[in-house]
């Protein structure tokens, strides 16, 4: 039986970061991969991060915390393990249990990785679960009721957080054919025995999370999560059930769940703010507890305490219960800016990041007078910007027609079919890291790090000589990340010291707070880039990161719309490119891997995005002349929903990745007749794993047979930066000479 005395939801967070507050996991995660940390090492970093977690939010005042929000890399994975969806390739390893885990996220000599995509929109990557006719679900895991008994054991009663069935599933891949969500039935026969096993552990409330639902779903797949929901709140012993969506509405989703016995529904009302005016109209909602999300997880900037408080208010008559929470789990922003003590209090004096979101979430929930915040900073404008985006004509979005473009090219390139390059950024060793470090600290001179940077740029370019390749980069040893690189040479941004964020596994980044208007005060690239191409006769890339990558990997000012501020940035990226091309530059990436992250998803909301997202594409590029070629880069994304958008760039080349999902994507763009240069990639970068010749020839051969092989580029799948060379250079090699067989075929 349900515990119908168990207390309410009250004030919480729909998850909590999990990385450690001075990435201490990451850096465990990695000493084990290397061999220099033990499985019982790992595991006490592991528990010490969630011991101190759990205690800091009952410390700070939430009445309910979750748990099981921890991971040792993804969450997706952890519920494909719970319930024994492990592909036979990787059983057959015979690794132990957290070895044959890290084989499915990152692969293993013998073995690639499982596909890695895009959380919905955001910039955390999750690990795609293979689903077919022979998966057997079986619970076989305990970690929900681990992690339960061990914050008991501290002392902290928590409520279990869950993957949602139906999202699991709707999320999956389908082997040979088989289409999983036909496998609902059984795997939600593993949820029920799980939830009788957390009731008789002691717990009260479980989350499960059905973030699927906030997109675009059929009528049976509607159907679909009212039976499940129905059927699990129909348990004879079970704990109290909250369902939470977020990233958007619920939408249809929500009176669904409303005719269910479930006990609570999440609601994002951030970036579903059209729930206040549907949950009213539910009359289901007036006997359950609705779990108010009116505190933003995804982004940094403080909350409107008193809107917040107002919103509350206008629901509370129209449900049995209501609770304060962030709008999703808060893993999707820093720790802590108290951490920060290099911000110009102007900018922090606007930003919350997780634990000041957590005391937002406690503050609302106390019902107590809520005053407005004090010395709130101003947002930087510049006029000059403003006056250039008002004066843009739709002529300076436009270049001249491809097939022009493409022979101007030729003739100044003079390049082979299956020319071969990178992505961009080569290994950041230890030494490169260093010198920036000891550049940031004084105890290294300016000349000194450019002496150090140059001599690493030549060591790249000869090596890419000696590989073979056709087109080079300089590697960007000077670039911490492909973002805040520019952001910290751009007006209008702030960085933060400690503000990591988990993007996927042990990869860490510090994403930019945008904030102002955005100029160039200088070039940005030219002096490297010409370096370089000083350094050989072969062409060497400019290197840029796209307007809307700029904004999807920072944290971006919310008082104007996305589509001006993308503009603003596009504006500094046209100058540079500007600025390359008179310095002799003819190849000029400019990436754009973040195109499908930021799509909405409802498709009503969808157009509209992509027409700001392409335009501000073209803004940057359109100035370039014919003889230039463009390239951009996209990876880890389902490609297919942003197809039409990726052709509308009108990049002279698109370099894809498709290693992991066996050129997937050339289908995609046969289908609209995409007839501009492709590189789909064939060296899957982010996993440790190197691959043959003959695995390369082989996604060439059918490479060339979709598309021209004038028109097809041989390259990995994304930039370098986070391998090591004893990986990298053999990659390349055997890149380079499967490129040469099959050129040598055609």
Known sequence: ????????????????????????????????????????????????????????????????????????????????????AIPQRYRDLGLTGLDTYFAMARGHAEVGALELTKWFDTNYHYLVPEIGADTKFTLVGDKPIAEYQEARSAGV????????????????????GFVP????????????????????????????????????????????????????AGLSRRPQLLVAGYFGEFGPALPVLAETAVEGIAVDLVAGAGAVSQIPLIPGLRSKTLVAGVVDG???????????????????????????????????????????????PSVAARLAFARQKVDEVVSLGKDASIVAPEGVGRVRRDLDVRARIAALRPEDRRRVAYPDRAAAQAARLGLPPLATTTIGSFPQTSDIRKARADLRTGQLGEADYEGRMRAEIERVIRLQEDLGLDVLVHGEPERN?????????????????????????????????LHGDVSRPAPMTVPWATYAQSLTSRPVKGMLTGPVTILAWSFVRDDQP???????????????????????????????????????????????????????????????????????????????????????????VTTIEAARSKMEVLADLATIGYHRGVGPGVYDIHSPRIPNTDEMADLLRAAVEAVPASRVWANPDCGLKTRNYTEVEPALRHLVKAAQRVRASL
């Not at 751009?490 to 860490?508: E, I, K």
């Not at 997202?613 to 990876?635: D, E, K, W």
């Open 481 to 513: 990340d492909m973002v805040q690189y520019f952001g910290e040479l751009l007006a209008g941004f702030a960085f933060t010291d400690n503000g990591w964020v988990q993007s996927y596994g042990s990869r860490c980044v510090r994403p930019p707070i």
């Open 181 to 232: 969500l036909d496998a609902l039935d059984s795997l939600v026969d593993c949820y029920a025995s799980l939830l009788g096993q957390l009731a008789a552990a002691g717990v009260a409330w479980v989350q499960l999370d059905e973030p699927a639902f906030v997109a675009d779903r059929s009528d049976a797949e509607l159907a679909a999560l009212g039976r499940v929901y129905s059927r699990l």
């Open 562 to 652: 996305l589509g001006v501020t993308a503009d603003q940035v596009a504006l500094a990226l046209r100058d540079e490119i500007r600025d390359l091309e008179a310095a002799g530059i003819g190849i000029i990436q400019v990436d754009e891997p973040a195109l499908r992250e930021l799509l909405p998803l409802r498709a009503e909301d969808r157009q509209a995005y992509l027409d700001w997202a392409v335009n501000a594409f073209r803004l940057a590029t359109a100035g370039a002349a014919p003889s230039t070629q463009i390239h951009t880069h996209l990876c880890y994304s389902e490609f297919g929903d942003v197809i039409k958008a990726i052709d509308g760039l009108d990049a002279d």
């Open 1 to 84: 039986m349900v515990d119908s005395s168990a207390r309410g939801i009250g004030s919480t967070v729909l998850g909590y970061p999990r990385i450690g507050p001075r990435r201490e996991l990451k850096r465990a995660l990695e000493q084990y991969w290397s061999g220099a940390l033990d499985a019982p090492g790992l595991r006490k970093v592991a528990r010490q991060l969630r011991l101190d977690t759990w205690s800091d939010l009952a410390g700070r005042g939430l009445d309910s915390v979750p748990s099981n929000t921890f991971s040792y890399y993804d969450q997706v994975l952890d519920t494909a393990l719970l319930f024994d």
């Open 298 to 344: 995804r982004n940094i900037w403080r909350t409107d305490l008193r809107t917040a408080a107002s919103t509350c208010a206008r629901l509370r008559d129209a449900v049995g219960d209501i609770a304060v929470s962030t709008s999703c789990s808060l893993q999707h922003v820093p720790y802590d800016l108290a951490a920060e003590t290099s911000l110009d």
């Open 157 to 176: 009663e928590t409520r279990p957080v869950l993957l949602g069935p139906v999202t699991f599933l709707l999320l999956s891949k389908g082997v040979d």
